[in-house]
Structure formats: structure tokens, C-alpha cells
């Protein structure tokens, strides 16, 4: 065969020898501070909204930032605008939120937590108007959803969806 000289063999690895890298991020490096004091954390939806329940039970003390799309969210941590987000990724009667996992593959943020919230859902409608009388609701469709089968069983025919649950309470409450 031919001889192309000595082979290369790598140098046995020691920590000594390897180049220091920083060690991968931890949730306890991001968390900062258990009560989130200094914090400005985003969420997606107005104030009153369930990711704002999160936000805070996340961090009690924390600013929260409301954001209009869960993109704007994703931006406002980017930009330094927020320190951290809070957005949902899954539910437990409506499944996995596609669009926030396609997101966190788009921007360059990483899950640092996991936050459990129990939403309860109301009805709301002007006073003296009696339940058998509603026609129609106003939601965020993940609500809608979650809801089906109480508005379908109360004759509530035609739901619209919007951005978010606590959106649909401030228009009903404008428009009222």
C-alpha cells in the first residue's frame, strides 16, 4: 500500500487540555430570584388574561408585559424588552399549542420552567339576561373548544373565537 506518513491519532481528551466551554444553562441560571422582584415577564392577551395568572405564578413579583401575539412575546424577550415570557405549551384538554413550539424553533429562546395553572371558565352576560336567552359566545378558540360541550347543552349556537379569554371579558364589557 502507499505511505502517507504517520496517521493523525487524537490527543487523549482531558478537561485540562479541552477548550472551556461555558457549561450548558440550568433552570435554576434563569430563574433568577423565586419571587421574580426586578423581572418584566411577557405573556400573550391583555391584563386579567390566564397567561398573566401564569406569568405571576411563575414569578409573584414580577412586571408583567402584555403582549398582543404570542409572537410578540417571543420578540419582547429578544429585544430585551422583557426578561423572560410565559406562554402556553400544552393543555390538558385541548392538547399541545403547534404555534408556540414552532415558534420556540424559530426565535432563539429556551424553556427554563414549567408552570401547572388551573383555568376555570365563566360565562359572563349583561345583567338580567337569563341563561335559556344566550345565543352566542365570544372566546379564545381554546376556550371555545374546552367549553363545547356546556354551550352546545345551554343552546348557544354561534361562538366567535378572538385572541384571547380576558380580550373577550374587556370587549363584552365595552360593548355592554
Not at 31 to 59: D, F, H, T
Not at 137 to 160: D, F, K, N, V, Y
Request: net charge negative; glycine share 8%.
Amino acid at each position: 500500500g502507499e505511505d502517507n506518513g504517520p496517521a493523525a491519532v487524537p490527543a487523549p481528551f482531558s478537561r485540562d487540555s479541552a477548550i472551556a466551554l461555558p457549561r450548558p444553562l440550568t433552570s435554576a441560571d434563569l430563574m433568577g430570584e423565586a419571587s421574580g422582584e426586578g423581572l418584566r415577564v411577557a405573556y400573550q392577551g391583555c391584563p386579567g388574561a390566564y397567561s398573566e395568572a401564569a406569568a405571576k405564578k411563575a414569578y409573584p413579583s414580577c412586571e408583567t408585559v402584555p403582549c398582543e401575539y404570542f409572537e410578540t412575546a417571543f420578540q419582547a424577550v429578544e429585544k430585551w424588552a422583557a426578561d423572560r415570557a410565559v406562554l402556553p405549551l400544552e393543555n390538558s384538554l385541548g392538547g399541545s399549542i403547534h404555534r408556540n413550539y414552532d415558534l420556540l424553533l424559530r426565535h432563539r429562546l429556551h424553556i427554563v420552567g414549567e408552570v401547572r395553572l388551573a383555568v376555570r371558565h365563566c360565562l359572563l352576560a349583561n345583567r338580567g339576561v337569563k341563561i335559556e336567552n344566550l345565543r352566542s359566545a365570544m372566546s379564545h378558540p381554546q376556550a371555545l373548544a374546552q367549553c363545547e360541550q356546556t354551550l352546545t347543552q345551554l343552546g348557544i349556537e354561534h361562538r366567535e373565537a378572538v385572541d384571547d379569554t380576558a380580550g373577550a371579558a374587556k370587549e363584552f364589557r365595552t360593548s355592554s
